[in-house]
């Protein structure tokens, strides 16, 4: 049962995060209830028509609750009401626009450019590299980010300011925590990875970043580039100018741009709390990377790997977790490789290890910046694949994972995007590719 949530001496003064922040206070948990006044005074903008507040109670996809894992079901832990946005509306409270829309009444689209790192000038490099700097030094002011000394004990939760990149890399972590199922972990699942929800819950993290930077530096047209590492003989972006050298240790160079990033979450292994560090800056490691020394990770992916992996037609297939076979997704993410037949390591996991330290720990992995950079060529694959097969939200499976069903939120964002939904061509969200693969 769902009980009164004290915050004690924990209450930072008003919280807004992913947890919005301003949801995240006693009265909305006593309420149950995530539908924030916008401009006009109104929860999600109701009087504006922008959206209005959504009983998740009386929806006939209601699951019964088979955990106690406060994301299952996602939001509805929480809040049994959280806003639905209308048309070109987006955000939590309805006050942003979809991605893709920009302007006060979301009725201008905008379409941007994701090139690979290398193509753009020196400026936009160095543009890029000042606007990250800005996402690790600026406090979020819509989210704040979950901390817990248990994940058993509701009172020992706490919402804590983050800045806005770590916003970013403590969505990863959340979703990727151990399931709580009868009081139990289970390791093996989670929200973003091992199954259907993985590419396009991918995407929705980029969308969440890039968003919010237009938001942060009113640039309209700033999109993560992406690394295209087929074929690299190891890592090239990994210099100074670029993503950063590392020393033997790993330690990532001091005339680098990211040498005084800290990675929040960092001891991620225990599974029984979230993020305990969350506000403990002095606690958290440096970035670290490791790049081509990994014996069991000897090589990035080649020209031919992903070639061979758009060959598969079938999103997904049964038993839809690491062990699928003949699955574009699980070739993707890289349990399955890309013959479609061996379960191996490859593409997307690949990397991760290939690159060694923090984006070897993946749960944590989102603390590097060559996350995004990754993550944004992986996500161009996926949208080759779309594109190559057609493909709709029809092509998403019906299975039984927990938060892995078609019409299950993603989680753990606001609004609720249906994981089906995101099987859709890029320029459905306001972006393209600058090449085709
Ligand atoms: C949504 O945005 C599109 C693209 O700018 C625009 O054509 C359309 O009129 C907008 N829809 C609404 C309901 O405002
Ligand atoms: C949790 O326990 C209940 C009651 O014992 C059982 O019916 C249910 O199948 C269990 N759920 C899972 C996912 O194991
Ligand atoms: C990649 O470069 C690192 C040095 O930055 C080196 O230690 C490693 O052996 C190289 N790996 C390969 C596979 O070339
Ligand atoms: C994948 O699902 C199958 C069928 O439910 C199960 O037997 C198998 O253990 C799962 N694989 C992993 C790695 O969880």
Not at 18 to 29: G, M, S
């Amino acid at each position: 049962m769902l009980t009164i949530i004290i915050f004690l001496a924990f209450c930072l003064s008003a919280v807004d995060s992913q947890f919005p922040r301003v949801c995240a206070t006693d009265a909305a948990f006593r309420t149950r209830t995530c539908c924030p006044l916008w401009q006009d005074k109104s929860p999600c903008g109701s009087l504006s028509g922008r959206g209005r507040c959504k009983s998740w109670v009386t929806s006939k996809d209601k699951a019964t609750p088979v955990s106690n894992d406060d994301r299952f079901n996602w939001p509805r832990y929480y809040y049994d009401n959280t806003c639905e946005c209308y048309g070109n509306y987006s955000g939590f409270d309805c006050g942003d626009c979809k991605y893709g829309i920009h302007g006060g009444k979301c009725d201008r689209k905008n379409m941007i450019v994701r090139r690979e790192l290398r193509e753009l000038s020196f400026l936009e490099q160095k543009r890029l590299f000042s606007y990250l700097a800005l996402t690790k030094t600026t406090k979020s002011r819509d989210f704040v980010v979950l901390s817990t000394g248990d994940r058993f004990h509701r009172e020992t939760y706490r919402f804590v300011d983050a800045s806005l990149y770590d916003v970013f890399a403590w969505m990863h972590y959340y979703s990727m925590k151990a399931l709580m199922i009868n009081n139990t972990f289970d390791a093996t699942r989670n929200f973003a990875h091992q199954g259907p929800a993985f590419p396009g819950w991918h995407r929705l993290n980029l969308l969440f970043l890039e968003r919010q930077i237009q938001l942060m530096t009113g640039d309209e047209s700033f999109a993560i580039p992406y690394y295209d590492w087929r074929g690299d003989k190891n890592c090239s972006i990994c210099t100074d100018t670029l993503l950063g050298s590392n020393d033997a240790q790993g330690i990532l160079s001091t005339s680098s741009h990211f040498s005084f990033w800290k990675a929040i979450c960092s001891g991620f292994d225990f599974p029984d709390e979230y993020c305990p560090l969350a506000d403990a800056e002095y606690k958290m490691e440096r970035l670290h990377r490791r790049p081509g020394t990994t014996p069991y990770a000897p090589n990035l992916p080649t020209f031919e790997d992903v070639e061979n992996a758009l060959k598969l037609k079938a999103f997904d297939a049964p038993p839809f977790n690491e062990s699928a076979r003949g699955s574009f997704r699980n070739s993707l993410e890289g349990f399955l490789a890309p013959d479609g037949v061996t379960l191996k390591r490859s593409l997307h996991n690949l990397v991760h290890i290939y690159l060694g330290g923090t984006m070897s720990q993946i749960p944590i992995s989102g603390n590097d910046p060559i996350f995004l950079t990754h993550h944004s060529f992986i996500d161009k694959i996926f949208e080759a694949w779309i594109a190559k097969y057609n493909s709709t939200p029809d092509s998403y499976p019906a299975n039984d994972l927990l938060g892995h069903g078609p019409n299950d939120c993603a989680t753990p964002y606001f609004p609720c995007h249906k994981n089906k939904d995101l099987i859709r061509r890029s320029t459905e969200f306001g972006y393209r590719f600058s090449w085709p693969l």
